[in-house]
Nanobody
């Protein structure tokens, strides 16, 4: 059983930065692609970023390209989302997700493991 624990959210002013972390249990972390999704009030959960199991390949939704960076430390079973130049429209609950496949996906249906979510609020 894989468990994911998200952390690092908070309240920040527009233009500020936050780093989210997701700690995973299990001995097969390096073979699991990981992703970050977010859900704003009244909206569906949407893809933000994903990374391959070996960390070499990443992909982002267009609205965060150049501002967010996903990375992972397989020795620590942890994936990160560095968020810079935050905007009010980035406000949402952010969820870490994992899948039993080393290749990333942008589809939430491809992920079988989810963190509990961490709130990110960006004030204008």
């Amino acid at each position: 059983q894989v468990q994911l624990v998200d952390s690092g959210g908070g309240l920040v002013q527009a233009g500020g930065s936050l780093r989210l972390s997701c700690a995973a249990s299990g001995r097969t972390f390096s073979s699991a692609a990981m992703g970050w999704f977010r859900q704003a009030p009244g909206k569906e959960r949407e893809f933000v970023a994903a990374i391959s199991g070996n960390g070499y390949l990443t992909t982002y939704t267009d609205s965060v390209k150049g501002r967010f960076t996903i990375s992972r430390d397989n020795a620590k079973n942890t994936v990160y989302l560095q968020m810079n130049s935050l905007k009010p429209e980035d406000t949402a609950v952010y969820y870490c997700a994992g899948r039993r496949n080393p290749y990333y996906s942008r589809s939430r249906g491809e992920y079988g493991y989810w963190g509990q979510g961490t709130q990110v609020t960006v004030s204008s």
